[in-house]
T-cell receptor
Framework: DAGITQSPRYKITETGRQVTLMCHQT?????MFWYRQDLGHGLRLIYY???????DKGEVPDGYVVSRSKTENFPLTLESATRSQTSVYFC????????????FGQGTRLTVV | DQQVKQNSPSLSVQEGRISILNCDYT??????FLWYKKYPAEGPTFLIS?????DKNEDGRFTVFLNKSAKHLSLHIVPSQPGDSAVYFC???????????FGKGTSLLVTP
């Protein structure tokens, strides 16, 4: 099916563990984004990518690592998870840099215990 | 510092009436504004957008108004339906930027 999919949908991990959230899109959109949604903050940008092998930091990048070896995939890794990273994570993609319309995945609810 | 502000966390409207959701922004470089709708346990979905060269954009029951001098935009839903009950996010982007700046969202409840 065409679209943008995130996996897993739910994840519980322990403090200090490494965890990777996956994001896959089938439109061949150049731009991909990772946001986190927290109560009282709305959605905040973690990292974004303009193309394969091109990534850049967003508003809240600390503690996260991304890679983009293929256009369709944009995994987000928490190198050493902390409780403050408990959140809902959304991946998005868009066709142009102007971000006229970004398409979002269904989200990954991550709990760090 | 929050550059896109939605000062009303929640709004309750009767079915058939107009819903007005408000959004203010502080960054004068923003030139494109979007509204996203989000249901629980789902990702945000695009609803409607407006470029800074316009002051109104309409799509069916949804109309977005932009007042650049006041740095204010609003989303009107007429008539409101129970299926419109969701969280609405206002977002903005600047021509030179890649990403969206989101407000905190307004939870709309449309009651029968």
């Amino acid at each position: 099916d065409a679209g943008i999919t995130q996996s897993p949908r739910y994840k519980i991990t322990e403090t200090g563990r490494q965890v990777t959230l996956m994001c896959h899109q089938t439109w061949s959109h150049s731009y991909m984004f990772w946001y986190r949604q927290d109560l009282g903050h709305g959605l905040r940008l973690i990292y974004y990518s303009a193309a394969a092998d091109i990534t850049d930091k967003g508003e809240v990048p600390d503690g996260y690592v991304v890679s983009r070896s293929k256009t369709e995939n944009f995994p987000l890794t928490l190198e050493s998870a902390t409780r403050s990273q408990t959140s809902v994570y959304f991946c998005a993609s868009s066709e142009t840099a102007l971000n006229t319309e970004a398409f979002f995945g269904q989200g990954t609810r991550l709990t760090v215990v | 510092d929050q550059q896109v502000k939605q000062n009303s966390p929640s709004l309750s409207v009767q079915e058939g009436r107009i819903s007005i959701l408000n959004c203010d922004y502080t960054n004068s470089m923003f030139d494109y504004f979007l509204w996203y709708k989000k249901y629980p346990a789902e990702g945000p979905t695009f609803l409607i957008s407006i470029s800074s060269i316009k002051d109104k954009n309409e799509d069916g029951r949804f109309t977005v108004f932009l007042n650049k001098s006041a740095k204010h935009l609003s989303l009107h839903i007429v008539p409101s339906q129970p299926g419109d009950s969701a969280v609405y996010f206002c977002a903005a982007s600047a021509n030179s930027g890649y990403a969206l700046n989101f407000g905190k969202g307004t939870s709309l409840l449309v009651t029968p």
